[in-house]
């Protein structure tokens, strides 16, 4: 059964949307190229201490961090490092979610670290605007199915990939909460959206092949072709008339 949130429960999540955008926006200053992934670990524990929250990540099914960080062909789950250095060129996934209240907000985005590849340019805008057709499914009576199938779309129309495996997901009370929301669908398939719901939609999307596999850490996806990878990802509320964005920056 797809959880469906209470007006007080929305009230909850807005506010801890609102708190999760702030700290994102402190850790995107800190990108540059020098720094450590580590570094910005560390920052992360500092303003989820700064705003009374708690990580969503850290203990989830063991992860040892506050934040994901995701360079180039790592896709998502990447374990911050003082080994991780920044560099001209890197392009690097930021993944954060808080608990605020007892409810839980998620998001993600990937900048560039200074001048970047025209390639990696074209793939970071691509991933963006997957993300905005998506959201123009979300909407009372359409279905998981209508969100998937758009991403795939727009994705695959422009020579990028999309990974089976990992999806988005709904979420609430817990990190991962039904239903899953894969990139790759059927229109018309799959649940429908009701008001109330709140989900994370999060392209992920390949320069080459869609094929992943996990290193030896036990959890930084990387691409199998080491080409370059891409996540954004919101926290979305169905409501009567289409979607409110609670992570919005």
């Known amino acids: 059964m797809i959880p469906v949130k209470t007006e007080k429960e929305v009230k909850i999540m807005k506010k801890g949307g609102r708190i999760l955008v702030k700290i994102m926006k402190e850790l ?15 920052l992360t524990e500092k303003l989820i201490y700064k705003y009374k ?3 969503s990540f850290k203990g989830f099914k063991g992860f040892p961090a506050n934040l ?12 911050p490092s003082k080994e991780r250095i920044l560099k001209k060129g890197d392009i690097v996934t930021l993944d954060l979610g808080i608990e605020y209240r007892g409810y839980h907000t ?32 979300v ?59 709140t989900l994370c939609l999060e392209p992920m999307v390949n320069v080459g092949a ?15 072709d080491k080409n370059l990878s ?11 008339r289409g979607y409110k964005i609670l992570t919005k920056i």
């Open 28 to 42: 995107m200053k800190n990108i540059k190229p020098g720094i450590c992934t580590e570094d910005l670990n560390q």
């Open 53 to 55: 929250v708690l990580s």
């Open 68 to 79: 994901c960080i995701s360079v180039n062909e790592e896709l998502v789950h990447g374990l």
């Open 106 to 137: 998620d998001m993600a985005i990937t900048v560039g670290v200074g001048k970047i590849t025209p390639q990696a340019k074209k793939l970071i805008e691509v991933t963006k605007k997957a993300l905005k057709e998506a959201l123009k499914e």
């Open 139 to 197: 909407k009372p009576g359409k279905t998981i199915g209508d969100i998937s199938s758009a991403i795939q779309k727009y994705v695959e129309a422009r020579g990028f990939s999309l990974n089976q495996q990992l999806t988005g997901h709904g979420i609430g009370k817990e990190t991962h909460e039904p239903p899953l929301i894969p990139n790759i669908g059927q229109p018309n398939s799959g649940p429908k959206l009701i008001s109330g719901m």
């Open 210 to 224: 869609p094929k992943v596999r996990t290193l030896s850490d036990g959890w930084t996806v990387v691409t199998v």
């Open 230 to 240: 891409c996540h954004f990802e919101y926290t979305v509320l169905v409501t009567k």
